[in-house]
């Protein structure tokens, strides 16, 4: 019982937060990608349309706005945002910026790790404790 009330307390004392963003570059066209993380139902909902890479991608951008139609009619000469992304990008640049998309959905290395059972039994000041060690651990790397 003393378990179930702290998980609950934990998931009461969790801060709502804004979405998280962050900036890549695809070099070959000195172009910088601002992406963002994306809600759950609408992740869910890209799996297995058509394109559904550079839908992610175009979903995830923040800026460049690829669905400016100044850009894909007037500049690319393209029906769609789609068709002129295929124009502008290279396969891997594509995945490449889907790598970070993935980061910031909770796909990146670290995201989750199963507890030990030594650390089933520390309290939510050391586990949280170590979380941070951890974090900053990763950001040290990277």
Same mark, same amino acid.
């Given at each position: 019982?003393?378990? %179930?009330? /702290?998980?609950?307390? %934990?998931? $009461?004392?969790l801060?709502? +937060?804004? +979405?998280?963003? =962050?900036?890549?570059?695809?070099? +070959? ?8 993380? $994306?809600? *759950? ?6 799996? @297995?349309?058509?394109? /559904?890479? $550079?839908? *992610?991608?175009?979903? /995830?951008?923040?800026?460049p706005? !690829? ?14 945002p ?5 124009? &502008? !990008?290279?396969e @891997?640049e594509? +995945?490449?910026? $889907?790598?970070?998309?993935?980061? &910031?959905?909770? *796909?990146? *290395?670290? =995201?989750?790790?199963?507890l %030990? ?5 520390l %309290?939510e ?9 951890? =974090? &900053?651990?990763?950001l040290?790397k990277?």
């Amino acid at each position: 019982m003393e378990q %179930s009330k /702290s998980a609950v307390r %934990s998931l $009461l004392d969790l801060p709502v +937060r804004e +979405r998280e963003t =962050a900036e890549v570059k695809v070099t +070959r066209l000195n172009l910088i990608v601002k992406v963002r993380e $994306l809600p *759950y139902d609408r992740l869910n909902k890209l799996r @297995g349309m058509e394109d /559904s890479d $550079l839908q *992610y991608l175009m979903e /995830s951008a923040v800026e460049p706005k !690829f669905r400016d139609k100044a850009w894909y009619k007037g500049r690319m000469n393209c029906p769609t945002p789609i068709e002129a992304m295929k124009k &502008l !990008f290279r396969e @891997g640049e594509v +995945r490449a910026i $889907l790598h970070k998309c993935d980061e &910031l959905n909770g *796909y990146g *290395y670290g =995201a989750v790790v199963p507890l %030990s059972p030594d650390e089933r039994e520390l %309290s939510e000041d050391e586990l949280q404790a170590r979380a941070i060690g951890a =974090a &900053l651990e990763e950001l040290e790397k990277n």
